[in-house]
């Protein structure tokens, strides 16, 4: 009896999308960069920093579960998952973003050195985060952004803003906790789009099959 014959391969595509990831990524990297490059907070930005930080103090727990979504460990574990589920070339693109975040997000900061909220933004309320040190880029964002550029092809329909919503959750959870402020955040989900955008360009991702267009019916003859 002959041994049934292995389903052939999916196809694997190089998106236009992923180009916009890594031009707008590094656009929006680099303008957020030029606003706080002085390592200033303008009035602007500390209002919305207050309005989210000020926040009632019951948040500090679910907000404090929240941003473990965004530690190193989360990078491992997507890959681990994508061997689970027989994903090899997500697994290694989520090992490659994870590399990728801790090298230039390090680089970054050698060109911008702005101070965490309690030391550059007045009455900022610090709930369990590191109080010194430099904030631009987040680099829980970074991660967090890079691995869901990665996993959303990967994923079907609806499933494809999970990740996303993560990513805002946790840069909400970062600026509520007196971590960061808004535009490390902002520069954090450019530079996580340019790197997800430049590994999936370079290790290709699974193609969307397109729907056949409808034949239309026949009508039986009267």
């Known amino acids: 009896m002959a041994a049934a014959s292995s389903p052939p391969p999916s196809p694997l595509e190089r998106r236009r999308i992923d180009v ?5 990524g590094l ?19 500390a209002a919305i920093f207050h309005a989210i930080n000020g926040l009632p103090d019951w948040l500090t727990a679910p907000m404090q579960f929240v941003e473990l979504f965004g530690v190193l460990l989360i990078g491992p574990a997507v890959a681990i998952a994508a061997v689970a589920f027989r994903k090899p070339r997500l697994a290694v693109a989520a090992l490659l973003v ?16 702005r101070q965490r909220p309690m030391t550059s933004t007045p009455d900022a309320i610090a709930r ?11 680099g829980h964002v970074v991660l967090l952004a890079a691995l869901a550029g990665v996993v959303t092809p990967y994923l079907p329909g609806r499933w494809r803003l999970l990740p996303w919503c993560v990513v805002g959750l946790v840069g909400f959870a970062r600026v509520y906790l007196g971590a960061h402020n808004p535009l490390d955040i902002v520069g954090g989900v450019g530079l996580g789009l340019a790197i997800a955008g430049t590994w999936n360009l370079v290790l290709r991702v699974p193609a969307r099959a397109s729907t056949p267009p409808r034949v239309p019916e026949r009508e039986d003859a009267s």
């Open 98 to 113: 994870t590399v990728s975040k801790l090298v230039l997000e390090r680089v970054v900061k050698l060109f911008v050195e």
């Open 20 to 24: 916009i990831w890594v031009v707008g």
């Open 27 to 45: 656009l929006l990297l680099l303008l957020s960069g030029i606003v706080v490059r002085d390592g200033d907070v303008d009035p602007w930005e």
């Open 128 to 138: 369990g985060v590191p109080v010194h040190g430099l904030a631009f880029v987040s």
